[in-house]
């Protein structure tokens, strides 16, 4: 099963910006999209951005949208999700996930991030 190991979190001030990796571990793995989700304290996990490996554009919740931007590079097999103009209602573990070609589930995920986000 492939791995995904995200990187980037950390504790930044509101209107602050911060920019998430994350990577999978099998450089020729069979990716049908791959997307970040987030899970605040006591909340349930949400989707924020995911993106078809295929090509077209990236999708967003409307919480984020128009402030993350979503990226890949299909060689190396890996995705960015650049956040920008943080609130502290962002402060969560953020995942990054997977989707294998063929597969209508999210079967695999990273460990998670932490972005905080202070007023």
């Known amino acids: 099963q492939v791995q995904l190991q995200e990187s980037g979190g950390g504790l930044v001030q509101s209107g602050d910006s911060l920019t998430l990796n994350c990577a999978a571990s099998?450089?020729?793995?069979?990716?049908?999209?791959m997307g970040w989700f987030r899970q605040a304290p006591g909340k349930e996990r949400e989707f924020v951005a995911g993106?078809?490996?295929?090509?077209?554009?990236?999708e967003y919740a409307d919480s984020v949208k128009g402030r993350f931007t979503m990226s890949k590079d299909n060689a190396q097999n890996t995705v960015t999700l650049q956040m920008y103009s943080l609130k502290p209602e962002d402060t969560a573990v953020y995942f990054c996930?997977?989707?294998?070609?063929?597969?209508?589930?999210?079967?695999?995920w990273g460990q998670g991030t932490q972005v905080t986000v202070s007023p």
């Open positions: 099998k450089r020729f793995w069979r990716i049908a999209a």
């Open positions: 993106i078809r490996w295929g090509g077209g554009g990236a």
């Open positions: 996930a997977l989707k294998g070609l063929g597969s209508s589930e999210w079967s695999s």
